[in-house]
C-alpha cells in the first residue's frame, strides 16, 4: 500500500509540475511532462523497431558477453529535432558510444507542446543490449 500511496504522489506532484509549466512558457526551457509528449514518426513501436534495426552489438561487449540497458537522454526539441544526447545512466564504454550512435540517427520527432504550443521536451530512452 505505501508503493502505492508514493506512486499515487509522484504522479500528482508530476501534475502539478505540468500545470505550472501552462502559466508561463520559456522559449528556451526544456520540459520533462507536457500536456502532449513528442511522437517519433509512426509510434513507439515504430521507435523500437527502428533502435533493434540500428543497434550493431560492439564486438568485444559480445565477446565478453555482456548484457545491459543504457538509458540515454536527449531533448526533442520544438521543431522535432533530437539535440543533446548524453548517457544517464550506462556502465559500458561502447555500449554506450553505441547507444549514443543510433540515438543520433533518429529522424524528426513531432515536437512536444504545452498550452498548443511546440516546445523543448527531454526524453529518456533505454537501449537493451541482450546477447542470444
Do not use: H, W
Not at 42 to 54: E, T
Not at 85 to 92: C, D, E, M, V
Amino acid at each position: 500500500m505505501k508503493k502505492l500511496m508514493l506512486i499515487i504522489a509522484v504522479l500528482f506532484a508530476g501534475l502539478q509540475i505540468s500545470n505550472a509549466q501552462t502559466d508561463s512558457i520559456a522559449e528556451d526551457e526544456v520540459y520533462v511532462v507536457v500536456e502532449k509528449m513528442p511522437e517519433f514518426p509512426g509510434g513507439n513501436m515504430a521507435l523500437r523497431n527502428f533502435i533493434a534495426k540500428n543497434v550493431e552489438y560492439p564486438e568485444t561487449a559480445r565477446k565478453n558477453d555482456i548484457e545491459m540497458t543504457i538509458y540515454v537522454k536527449f531533448i526533442v526539441d520544438k521543431t522535432g529535432k533530437v539535440i543533446n544526447p548524453s548517457i544517464a545512466r550506462g556502465g559500458n564504454d561502447e555500449l554506450e558510444a553505441e547507444s549514443l550512435r543510433v540515438i543520433n540517427l533518429l529522424p524528426d520527432f513531432k515536437p512536444g507542446t504545452q498550452s498548443g504550443k511546440a516546445v523543448n521536451v527531454e526524453y529518456t530512452l533505454p537501449i537493451s543490449f541482450k546477447l542470444n
